[in-house]
């Protein structure tokens, strides 16, 4: 017994060869958005470099023309600057779909002074959560990284190292992975 007539063959026929075309691709694009961002937290620049377009542009926020950073040298300063001291982005969810990656992710970070008062007596370490839109050229490099504003406040947590990759891992646990059914 057929679940399905011809008109709706035909308009799954349609769907899988127009716009969604990117399906193929979308394992290898996830797994080269995650690696992106473990180049990041590692602070390996050559690695983050290897995924951006010539051209490259991040947009922080969009809150005046300075967050606009142009250039894959302007990018990676402005990663530098951003990167917490043994950081570490957990993915919640990672969505691919036609030339577009949508990342809703919560870095984890120690001893960022800047941004938490660390006291010798009580360590702590740092939990931001963002959302990032990444848009892709036709060679699946990096054009495009937008880091929306957003209501989300940093979170402060007790504890050192240890539990920071602890925490890290809990939150992995609750991630959401994307599935393709081929």
Not at 3 to 29: K, M, S
Not at 46 to 60: C, M, T
Not at 119 to 128: A, L, N, R, V
Not at 135 to 152: H, T, V, Y
Request: net charge negative; aromatic share 6%.
């Amino acid at each position: 017994m057929v679940l399905f007539d011809q008109d709706a063959l035909i308009t799954f026929a349609a769907e899988v060869n127009g716009e969604v075309h990117d399906r193929p691709l979308r394992r290898a694009i996830d797994s080269k958005i995650r690696d992106f961002f473990l180049c990041f937290d590692t602070a390996d620049w050559d690695g983050v470099e290897e995924h951006l377009s010539p051209n490259a542009k991040l947009i922080d926020k969009l809150v005046d023309p300075g967050h606009i950073h142009t250039g894959n040298d302007s990018i990676i300063d402005w990663l530098t600057l951003e990167r917490g001291v043994s950081q570490h982005t957990i993915h919640h969810l990672l969505l691919v779909d036609r030339g577009r990656v949508t990342c809703y992710v919560s870095t984890f970070w120690t001893n960022k002074h800047d941004l938490i008062d660390q006291c010798d007596d009580k360590p702590q370490f740092g939990e931001e959560r963002d959302v990032y839109i990444i848009d892709l050229d036709d060679q699946q490099q990096i054009k495009r990284i937008e880091r929306r504003a957003n209501d989300s406040k940093i979170l402060e947590h007790d504890g050192d190292l240890v539990a920071m990759e602890n925490a890290a891992a809990e939150a992995e646990k609750h991630a959401m992975q994307m599935k393709e059914i081929i």
